[in-house]
Nanobody, 116 residues
Framework: QVQLVESGGGLVQAGGSLRLSCAASGRMFGINAMGWYRQAPGKQRELVAAITSGGSTNYADSVKGRFTISRDNAKNTVYLQMNGLKPEDTAVYYC??????????WGQGTQVTVSS
């Protein structure tokens, strides 16, 4: 089992920045990737950004150039630096960890609200 604890959400004005953190603990081997997803009211959960165990990153087109995903392997923590936030970025953000290629773990979610 893996546990994920997120932090860093909140309320920010358009154009502002936030940094989300996700600390993983537990059965920490066979990790393929960690990432962030988000879900806005009435919409499906969507991938925001992901980073593989090899360090490759992937971003949704809507956040490219504004968001940066990174990780600290020593702390088993992944970060999402969000700059240039827009009202359409408002959502609950979920940390995800994929293990052994088919096991997915999710954090409890953290609310990000961007006011116009």
């Amino acid at each position: 089992q893996v546990q994920l604890v997120e932090s860093g959400g909140g309320l920010v004005q358009a154009g502002g920045s936030l940094r989300l953190s996700c600390a993983a603990s537990g059965r920490m081997f066979g990790i393929n990737a960690m990432g962030w997803y988000r879900q806005a009211p009435g919409k499906q959960r969507e991938l925001v950004a992901a980073i593989t165990s090899g360090g490759s990153t992937n971003y949704a087109d809507s956040v490219k150039g504004r968001f940066t995903i990174s990780r600290d392997n020593a702390k088993n923590t992944v970060y999402l630096q969000m700059n240039g936030l827009k009202p359409e970025d408002t959502a609950v953000y979920y940390c995800n960890l994929r293990q052994d290629y088919y096991i997915n773990y999710w954090g409890q979610g953290t609310q990000v609200t961007v006011s116009s």
